[in-house]
């Protein structure tokens, strides 16, 4: 839901994308090992890279009537 509001208001709405979708995994790391170090960090970087590059590849397929 934040997504399409942020579409609106900022250049990069596939950062709020990522931070969201990948929210879930922060949430399981800490209840499953019930802490947060380094390696949830790193996993948190790469998820939201990914998710950042696929959101800006994909988001030059669409057309501008999308936006």
């Known amino acids: 839901m934040i997504y399409p509001f942020m579409k609106r208001i900022t250049y990069w709405p596939q950062a709020w994308l990522s931070i969201a ?17 380094l390696q949830l960090l790193a ?16 988001s030059s397929w669409s057309s501008k009537e999308s936006s």
């Open 21 to 37: 979708a990948n929210f879930g995994a922060v949430v399981a790391w800490v209840a499953v090992t019930n802490e947060f170090d």
């Open 43 to 58: 996993l948190m970087t790469g998820a939201w890279a990914w998710t950042m590059h696929l959101g800006r590849f994909t």
